[in-house]
């Protein structure tokens, strides 16, 4: 299994980024697909998450500002992260979980700064 993530960089606060995650070696439609982020010294965070149905769920600091959305036909999911502040800074991960089975990317660095 392998997901690879793209789109991180630099961004002012008030600005877009969109995250994508490319996944492979897997059945991409059985999977729920989420992203998480973490900062050093802290724990990884769950940030949003899309069920296999297509149920979205997102943590509270980034309701009304982040969307999840994933393409079967293209075995990627997104992130759109709009409105970004400095907090949002950090590494972001994708994650493909079914069931036990659990899998990683190697993250993608976004940082908000003016």
């Known amino acids: 299994v392998r997901l690879v993530e793209s789109g991180g960089g630099l961004v002012q606060p008030g600005g877009s980024l969109r995250l994508s995650c490319a996944a492979s070696?897997?059945?991409?439609?059985?999977?729920?697909m989420g992203w998480y982020r973490q900062t050093p010294g802290k724990q990884r965070e769950l940030v949003a998450r899309i069920s296999s149905g297509g149920t979205e769920n997102y943590a509270d600091f980034v309701k009304g500002r982040f969307t999840i959305s994933r393409d079967s036909a293209k075995n990627t999911v997104y992130l759109q992260m709009n409105s970004l502040k400095p907090e949002d800074t950090a590494v972001y991960y994708c994650?493909?979980?079914?069931?036990?089975?659990?899998?990683w990317g190697q993250g993608t660095q976004v940082t908000v700064s003016s």
């Open positions: 070696g897997l059945t991409f439609s059985i999977h729920a």
């Open positions: 994650n493909a979980n079914r069931v036990v089975a659990n899998f």
